[in-house]
Structure formats: C-alpha cells, structure tokens
Antibody, heavy 123, light 108 residues
Framework: EVQLVQSGAEVKKPGESLKISCKGSGYSFTSYWIGWVRQMPGKGLEWMGIIYPGDSDTRYSPSFQGQVTISADKSISTAYLQWSSLKASDTAMYYC????????????????WGQGTLVTVSS | EIVMTQSPATLSVSPGERATLSCRASQSVSSNLAWYQQKPGQAPRLLIYGASTRATGIPARFSGSGSGTEFTLTISSLQSEDFAVYYCQQYNNWPSLTFGGGTKVEIK
C-alpha cells in the first residue's frame, strides 16, 4: 500500500527555522516525483515545488522560489520542506503528494497525498 | 503561468440531483487536467486525470469531460459523501502546475 506519512503539527515563532518531512512507503521512492502543496486557512491549494528523489532534481513555483527549500534523503525515503526564517504568513497546512507514473513516464497529477502538516507561526 | 478559473464558487444541490462544475484554463492545457475532492479536515483525493479518466476506486457517478480550455466535472446523482470542495489542476505546463480556486458543493 502506497503511503505518504508527514511529520506532526508545528508551532513556531516568526524568524525561527523549520523542516517538515514526508516519508514514502509501499513503492519505489526514487522513481516518483514528490511535490509540496500549501493550503492557507480557508483557502485553496497552491503548488510550491517538486523533487525527484532519484537525483534530487528540484523545481519551484516562482511564488515560492527563495522562500523555501525542498530536499530529499532517498536512503530513508523521505522528502523535506524547510524554511530558514518563518513569517506569520507561512501559517498553513502543507501537504506532500506523489506524481503518478505510467508506461509513458511521469504523469504530473498527484495520485497519493500525505495527511498534511499544520504549521502555525505566531509570536 | 496558466490561470485556472472554477465556477461557480459554491453550488447548492439536493441529494440525488446532478451537479455540474466548470473549470476554465487561461490557455490550452490539452487534456492534462485533473480533478480532486477535498472534505473538511482531509487531504485532497484524486478523482479524475487526463480530463476524463476516473482514478482507481472512484465511483462511476463522477465523470469528467473537456479539452483545451474548457472542462467539466459532473456528479450524476449526489450522495451525502460527495458534499465537499472540488479542485481542478492543470499539468500541461510542467513544472509550473496550477490549481483552480475550488468549487464548494453544499447541501441545498
């Protein structure tokens, strides 16, 4: 069974750093792109960026480039999303999700999602 | 960036009735369009990909259609578990992926 299990909720102060995780299981972690999606309170879904754990190829949405860092450790089948200096506006639910893959290659919709990590940034 | 516009923002439907949700792209995305369902407190769930292919385990009452810039998600007979928010997502312009703003389907 494919599973993406995310780390638990975080409460941080502005200016603090944070790294949240997403552990994949039940499939070949290095063969599928993993993406991160933000959902601010009461709002819609925003694509942040993606990583290919096989070679750490990473792409960012222009809206999030320079604001976050996406990484992966394929030895433990885990992807990460990190901030060096949080802002109150980073308060949101963050989801990791896996791109699909078929015989013709990667398919860039998300077929499996993590349960989400709620990040609250408040002084 | 391709902008995805969903309408209406809220759709009030009675159980057993048909629901029709629209998604428009600011430029052609071919058939590279997916639909997701999100219930309160849950992660999104893939319903449709390739504009019209149901994902594994999705009931036949969900159907998708369209290509280019105009897409439709139809729920033929709404069940209680279908009241949720629905999002479209284009993946034609990878790696720049974009979601629509969502349509909330609520009980009338």
């Amino acid at each position: 069974e494919v599973q993406l299990v995310q780390s638990g909720a975080e409460v941080k102060k502005p200016g603090e750093s944070l790294k949240i995780s997403c552990k994949g299981s039940g499939y070949s972690f290095t063969s599928y792109w993993i993406g991160w999606v933000r959902q601010m309170p009461g709002k819609g879904l925003e694509w942040m960026g993606i990583i290919y754990p096989g070679d750490s190829d990473t792409r960012y949405s222009p809206s999030f480039q320079g604001q976050v860092t996406i990484s992966a450790d394929k030895s433990i089948s885990t992807a990460y999303l990190q901030w060096s200096s949080l802002k109150a506006s980073d308060t949101a639910m963050y989801y990791c999700a896996r791109h699909s893959l078929d015989s013709s290659g990667p398919q860039y919709y998300f077929d499996y999602w993590g349960q989400g990590t709620l990040v609250t940034v408040s002084s | 960036e391709i902008v995805m516009t969903q309408s209406p923002a809220t759709l009030s439907v009675s159980p057993g009735e048909r629901a029709t949700l629209s998604c428009r792209a600011s430029q052609s995305v071919s058939s590279n369009l997916a639909w997701y369902q999100q219930k309160p407190g849950q992660a999104p769930r893939l319903l449709i990909y390739g504009a019209s292919t149901r994902a594994t385990g999705i009931p036949a009452r969900f159907s998708g259609s369209g290509s280019g810039t105009e897409f439709t998600l139809t729920i033929s007979s709404l069940q209680s578990e279908d009241f949720a928010v629905y999002y479209c997502q284009q993946y034609n312009n990878w790696p720049s992926l974009t979601f629509g703003g969502g349509t909330k389907v609520e009980i009338k």
